[in-house]
């Protein structure tokens, strides 16, 4: 256990669907991240959210909305998906110092959504 | 260029073996290098984090950094079958990005 869970841990829906991914962190961090793991592919940045605020969005498709209500919580709303959007969807949370140096990067894991589109 | 490269392997050895793992990266501002463990199916989970040139060793673990030549390392010192995973490096930006950029990783096969 990390200290970050992610619910639901599994998750299939239609195209026409609306969800939600929920991730939540228990280590007291202010920074929160969004990524997508495709088969046979690194891992891919999505969202970062630093003290609430999002600060980096990697050109994802408006299909695919965070929003981050405090530094404990970030959610990714899900809404006509495509087929080629099933992934394995993961949630890091880490601690930023004010001064940003080395040290303040650090990230941990939660266990991830697998999302299967239909 | 890929930002982070790894050889995708499989790199097999054998129990009691070391293992040597491999990455490059293009950033020469990086100032964070992280080695991350990842099971078939579930998430990455951090082995080390290493900020500064030179070893830096824990158990069973050594992560090597080498940032004139843009390199970091990890050895595995006797090899498990429980080590048979894949090793992703992870980078982080040297212009204040804090968001990791992942190799592709390296499946790593311990043979009994």
């Known amino acids: 256990e990390t200290g970050v869970t992610q619910t639901p841990r599994h998750l299939v829906m239609g195209m026409t669907n609306k969800k939600s991914l929920k991730c939540e962190q228990h280590?007291?961090?202010?920074?929160m991240y969004w990524y997508k793991q495709s088969a046979k592919k690194p891992l891919e940045l999505m969202f970062v959210y630093n003290f609430k605020e999002q600060t980096e969005n990697n050109s994802v498709p408006s299909r695919f909305s965070p929003e981050c209500p405090n530094s404990s919580h970030l959610f990714l709303h899900l809404h006509t998906l495509q087929p080629e959007d099933s992934a394995l969807y993961l949630c890091?949370?880490?601690?930023?110092?004010?001064?940003?140096?080395?040290?303040?990067?650090?990230?941990?894991f939660g266990p991830g959504t697998r999302l299967t589109v239909l | 260029q890929k930002e982070v490269e790894q050889n995708s392997g499989p790199l097999s050895v054998p129990e009691g073996a070391i293992a040597s793992l491999n990455c490059t990266y293009s950033d020469r501002g990086s100032q964070s290098f992280f080695w991350y463990r990842q099971y078939s199916g579930k998430s990455p989970e951090l082995i080390m984090s290493i900020y500064s040139n030179g070893d830096k060793e824990d158990g069973r673990f050594t992560a090597q950094l080498n940032k004139a030549s843009q390199y970091v390392s990890l050895l595995i010192r006797d090899s498990q079958p429980s080590d048979s995973a894949t090793y992703l490096c992870?980078?982080?930006?040297?212009?204040?990005?804090?968001?990791?950029?992942f190799g592709s990783g390296t499946r790593l096969q311990v043979q009994p």
């Open positions: 992870a980078v982080t930006g040297g212009t204040g990005r804090r968001a990791l950029t």
């Open positions: 890091a949370s880490s601690l930023l110092g004010t001064s940003g140096g080395a040290g303040s990067d650090t990230q941990y």
């Open positions: 280590l007291g961090h202010n920074a």
